[in-house]
């Protein structure tokens, strides 16, 4: 069975990563199957990552097969190769959802900061909590968990492995917005579909950092398209 879906549906992806007996942990060929539907999500106006189920989004690197890893160079091209991923998710070119479905502890938080935005179910928990394996962040997350909420907090936070409610992170800015689990699917999704916008990933690059006139030239091939003469004229019909 794969470890990694993909479904496309007017221009939202959808990647849900799929190991109900690791509680979605990461394994090497889990991370071999998320840089396939990466690649092959390219093209979508928005990508949304999740878990199957409602206990995980991903628990972390999955102990049983990392075990097998002893050496300092193992642990390093390991590391590696799964940041390699995080980095795609983040240099996605269209907006990013990580839809935190379950807990998203070690690991699975740096898989969730990768993304440019989280949305989480109210009954979840989110945590840089490495140390409690005596290890720390290698993905790439402690880097992004601090510039989400500031190098401080970053410290204490990952430093002593702090797992937080939704609610908290919410808070704290690490979790953009917190619904209640009732209404998590179709919320994510219905964020998804909005982002599934023409003008969206322009919006992404620009709110990322260009020069002045790299987002104006954004704008102004958006204005001479044809997807913004059809709204205008749908706005200019309704006057």
């Known amino acids: 069975m794969a470890d990694v879906d993909l479904e496309t549906h007017d221009g939202l992806a959808v990647i849900t990563i799929d190991r109900p007996h690791a509680r979605n942990a990461i394994a090497p060929t889990t991370m071999d199957q998320l840089e396939k539907a990466l690649e092959a999500a390219v093209g979508a106006r928005a990508l949304v990552i999740t878990g199957a189920g409602d206990k995980a989004f991903v628990s972390g690197g999955d102990l ?8 300092e160079d ?28 379950g807990h998203a502890l070690g690991g699975g938080a740096e898989v969730a900061v990768a993304a440019d935005i ?11 909590n490495q140390v409690s394996l005596a290890i720390m962040p290698a993905w790439g997350g402690a880097e992004r968990l601090a510039e989400l909420v500031g190098r401080g907090r970053a410290l204490m936070l990952a430093g002593a492995g702090t797992v937080l409610r939704a609610a908290e992170a919410e808070q704290l ?16 999704r219905a964020l998804g579909a909005s982002l599934a916008n023409v003008a969206a990933a322009d919006i992404k690059r620009v709110v990322g950092g260009v020069p002045t006139e790299e987002a ?10 044809d997807e913004h003469w059809a709204a205008a004229d ?3 019909k309704r006057k």
């Open 234 to 236: 749908r706005v200019l």
């Open 173 to 188: 800015g690490l979790v953009d917005r917190v619904l209640p689990r009732a209404d998590f699917d179709e919320g994510w």
């Open 216 to 225: 104006v030239a954004a704008f102004a091939r958006l204005w001479v398209a």
């Open 74 to 101: 193992e642990a390093a091209a390991m590391a590696r190769r799964m940041r390699g991923v995080c980095d795609q998710i983040a240099n996605f070119p269209a907006p990013v959802i990580a839809a935190l479905n």
């Open 118 to 128: 989280r949305i989480a179910a109210d009954d979840i928990k989110i945590g840089f």
């Open 64 to 71: 049983k097969e990392l075990s097998a890893l002893r050496t």
